[in-house]
């Protein structure tokens, strides 16, 4: 019996095994891999989900589909990171738990522990511990990137050249380095704190070696570079890149305007180059899939400000008052964009409308101090 058994166990593996490298070999999966993930990042989600599952219903026992799907759900969530939560994003992320769960099970069932599998579980496991970071919650963001460091670590052990697997310790450093207040003492206390330069180092070494993570990588160091590290010129030429190749994604978008509202004034002049090139291509609203609350008229407040930067208040006020007029409720933009039309107003001498708009200012709630600073306008 205990023959019969192991004999059943060897056939099971090797049967599994063949399997695995029929789906590694199968050039129709790689090619429908690589454009899911093109597809993901060019915010295309619905055609990327139907493939995967076209994926996952060929290969039901293979992991890498269900990673591929968990990624997916991730990186739909993650566009809500600067942005409230609804009930889409609920009801994504109930889906990302599902796939998560199906992921990890399918690793865990896997009968070849390889490097390949320890890979895989520890990017889901990663996954999941920036879905709990953007929910704030980080102590289980933390848990679950203390056990993603170790399955990728046990996956480099076992193939030293996995370069993908950098990427999910990169970003794991990254962002423990940058974790604050109580989290950041916790950290410190069991000894991990995080180091920003290790991160992206370990991101950069993905990016140019591993065979999946080059548009991950990008979009992560873009975000470095631009939001934290004060890298704004290195940050924008990845950031160029990605626009350029995933139209489709407002998220390249906005990490220019991040980059051109970080400028000093005497660079205003390349900002608004930036934005003329590589934000307002030909049809880039009717491009744009949107399904967070991304206001396209940041674009051109964003353009504005650097208008008012070299004294241009003609331009200026040729792209403000068009979002002044159509904005239909009082909220932190609209205020800084009357704001700003009121200073453009203030300085060509034009009285009627600096009193019109001040009106509208002072007649509406104060947010943050407007007010306070629509009165020091009309008086410098």
């Not at 055609?47 to 890498?64: D, G, M, V, W």
């Not at 916790?186 to 370990?202: A, V």
């Not at 993905?206 to 890298?231: C, N, P, Q, V, W």
């Amino acid at each position: 019996m205990k023959q019969a058994f192991l004999a059943i166990v060897i056939i099971l593996t090797l049967t599994q095994s063949a399997w695995a490298v029929n789906f590694e070999e199968d050039k129709h999966v790689q090619d429908m891999v690589a454009q899911i993930s093109d597809e993901t990042l060019n915010s295309e989600h619905d055609n990327a989900i139907s493939r995967t599952q076209e994926l996952i219903s060929r290969y039901p026992k293979e992991p890498f589909p269900r990673f591929l799907l968990t990624t997916i759900y991730m990186y739909i969530l993650r566009s809500y990171w600067d942005f409230p939560v609804d009930e889409k994003y609920q009801t994504y992320k109930r889906k990302f738990s599902s796939a998560a769960a199906d992921a990890k099970k399918a690793c865990d069932e896997y009968p070849v522990q390889n490097a390949a599998i320890y890979f895989l579980r520890g990017m889901v496991l990663g996954e999941e511990g920036m879905v709990h970071l953007q929910d704030r919650e980080w102590l289980a963001s933390y848990s679950k990137g203390k056990s993603a460091v170790a399955a990728l670590q046990k996956s480099l052990e076992i193939d030293p050249t996995n370069y993908d697997a950098y990427l999910g310790l990169g970003m794991f450093e990254y962002y423990c380095s940058k974790f604050t207040g109580a989290i950041k003492i916790l950290t410190w206390l069991i000894g991990f704190s995080g180091n920003s330069e290790k991160g992206l180092q370990y991101v950069t070494k993905a990016m140019t070696h591993g065979k999946y993570s080059e548009g991950s990588a990008k979009l992560f160091l873009a975000y470095a570079y631009i939001e934290y590290e004060d890298r704004l010129d290195e940050g924008v030429e990845l950031a160029k890149t990605l626009r350029a190749r995933y139209p489709s994604n407002f998220t390249f978008i906005e990490y220019i305007l991040r980059a051109a509202r970080k400028l000093p004034p005497e660079r205003a002049a390349e900002g608004l180059d930036w934005i003329d090139t590589y934000v307002k291509t030909p049809n880039w609203k009717e491009q744009l899939n949107l399904f967070v609350p991304f206001n396209l008229d940041e674009v051109d407040y964003v353009q504005a400000s650097l208008y008012l930067a070299r004294d241009d208040y003609v331009s200026a006020r040729n792209l403000l008052e068009p979002v002044s007029a159509c904005s239909n409720h009082v909220d932190e933009f609209s205020t800084e964009v009357n704001l700003a039309l009121l200073y453009v107003y203030a300085k060509t001498a034009n009285h009627d409308k600096a009193r019109e708009i001040y009106s509208r200012i002072m007649s509406q709630k104060s947010i943050k101090n407007s007010h306070f600073k629509a009165k020091g306008i009309l008086k410098s």
